[in-house]
């Protein structure tokens, strides 16, 4: 079970601010459908993620009897806390490979991993302070792919109407996601362990 300690104060992944200077718009007459955009766009890339990518401080118990520890959420940032069978451990317990989430029990002074086992709960920090450049560079991408949609029949992504007709479709992935968002987010999706 997960609950959010702490919920971060936005989940959306690029700034207006942000947003309006990379497709080159001044003024404020597009700010709101361009918020909505922004929003639909870190829902669909997170969805698609099936994760969170904003910090957020959250709280996960588990049970389980296991060697390995995978946490819902990651990078992880820090832990505030671990308890195995109410008993609280010191980091000397365990090591954490924040990149990936997985927290390994360690035998206190030497090397050797021990089982996890009984309840396990873990109060952490995880997602990015700093949303990496290459899912915003998704993100801008996906609102691109948006708002060039408007006024347009769904999934047409060039229309070639002198001589010969031809129309050329997006291949969206889940979450409605073009495929050029997708690429880019590969490195970011949870690997099957």
């Known amino acids: 079970m997960?609950?959010?300690?702490?919920?971060?104060?936005?989940m959306d992944l690029?700034?207006?601010?942000?947003?309006?200077?990379?497709?080159?718009?001044?003024?404020?007459?597009?700010?709101?459908?361009?918020?909505?955009?922004i929003s639909t766009a870190s829902q669909s890339i997170q969805g698609w993620l099936q994760r969170p990518l904003v910090e957020e401080s959250v709280r996960e118990r588990v049970f389980c009897v296991s060697s390995t520890l995978v946490l819902q959420r990651w990078p992880v940032g820090t832990i505030t806390l671990l308890k195995e069978n109410d008993v609280t451990l010191t980091t000397d317990n365990y090591l954490v490979d924040v990149r990936s989430g997985i927290v390994y029990r360690r035998e206190v002074g030497t090397f050797r991993n021990l089982l996890w086992e009984g309840e396990i709960v873990v109060e952490y920090s995880a997602g990015y302070a700093t949303i990496p450049s290459l899912v915003k560079e998704a993100c801008y991408t996906a609102i691109k792919f948006y708002r060039d949609a408007v006024g347009r029949e769904s999934g047409v992504k060039m229309e070639r109407?002198?001589?010969e007709s031809s129309v050329?479709?997006?291949?969206?992935?889940?979450e409605g996601l073009p495929a050029e968002v997708t690429d880019r987010l590969q490195p970011y999706r949870q690997q099957m362990l």
Request: net charge negative; hydrophobic share 35%; no cysteine.
């Open 161 to 163: 109407l002198e001589g």
């Open 168 to 174: 050329t479709y997006f291949s969206p992935t889940g």
């Open 2 to 10: 997960l609950e959010v300690l702490t919920p971060a104060s936005s």
């Open 14 to 37: 690029v700034t207006l601010a942000d947003t309006k200077a990379y497709l080159g718009i001044s003024g404020t007459s597009e700010d709101v459908p361009l918020a909505l955009q």
